[in-house]
């Protein structure tokens, strides 16, 4: 098993450019989640999903959009990337909601935003 | 909806030492509340949960105290070890909050030789 995959692991944008990062999973877990991770602020979290095709706004949904079309894939999308979305992303994943089952987290993606 | 506060921000320790970090939540309806380890450059890991009905929970080396009434739960590292050296984030979750988690600022410690 792969656990969490993210891609890309790096990338850097131009303001008002856009993109999207790609999380899977292959341990057929229900719930799904992205977070953003920021010195001093911790993991806050963007956008949730509780199963296939839901979607759910987090702490720090502004400027994001995400997608829930298959089990294993949740998409992150930044239509106009702007500086303060510099970080690095996390997708994690749960086989029911966080409180019956623990994250498992993937390798990150650093975004840098110029 | 749920705010986590942790502290300290920073943290060092001699080995051998014991460590302990903080963490405050606001939502009296929160009954979940893990740890999670991040080395440097890695992915966060859980090392050790408690859910509400349990007071005190230990594995080892760590330990982690819930008090309900104040809202309040900590973690406790025991004879530290330089390999203990990383980010701790505490969280909290809400079972009427779609079963999200909050975490925490978390916690660089730091164990010295």
């Known amino acids: 098993n792969a656990g969490v995959t993210q891609t890309p692991k790096f990338r850097v944008l131009k303001t008002g450019q856009s993109m999207t990062l790609l999380c899977a999973q292959d341990?057929?877990?229900?719930?799904m989640y992205w977070y953003r991770q920021d010195p001093g602020m911790g993991l806050r979290l963007i956008h949730y999903?509780?199963?296939?095709?839901?979607?759910a706004k987090g702490e720090v949904p502004d400027g994001y959009n995400v997608s829930r079309l298959k089990k294993q894939n949740f998409l992150l999308g930044l239509e106009s990337a702007a500086p303060s979305q510099t970080s690095v992303y996390f997708c994690?994943?749960?086989?029911?909601?966080?409180?019956?089952?623990?994250?498992?987290f993937g390798n990150g993606t650093r975004l840098t935003v110029t | 909806g749920e705010n986590v506060e942790q502290h300290p921000s920073t943290l060092s320790v001699q080995e051998g030492d014991s460590a302990v970090i903080k963490c405050t939540y606001s939502?009296?309806?929160?009954?979940?509340f893990p740890w999670y380890k991040q080395e440097l450059g890695k992915r966060p890991q859980l090392i050790i949960d408690?859910?509400?009905?349990?007071g005190e929970k230990k594995d080892q080396r760590i330990a982690v105290t819930l008090n309900k009434t104040a809202k309040h739960f900590s973690l406790h590292i025991t004879e530290t070890q330089p390999e203990d050296s990383a980010v701790y984030f505490c969280?909290?979750?809400?079972?009427?909050?779609?079963?999200?988690?909050?975490f925490g600022q978390g916690t660089e410690l730091s164990v010295k030789p």
């Open positions: 994690a994943s749960s086989y029911r909601s966080s409180y019956n089952s623990p994250l498992h």
């Open positions: 341990m057929n877990h229900e719930y």
């Open positions: 999903s509780v199963g296939e095709g839901t979607t």
């Open positions: 939502d009296s309806a929160s009954n979940y």
């Open positions: 408690i859910r509400s009905n349990v």
């Open positions: 969280a909290a979750s809400t079972p009427n909050q779609g079963g999200k988690l909050i």
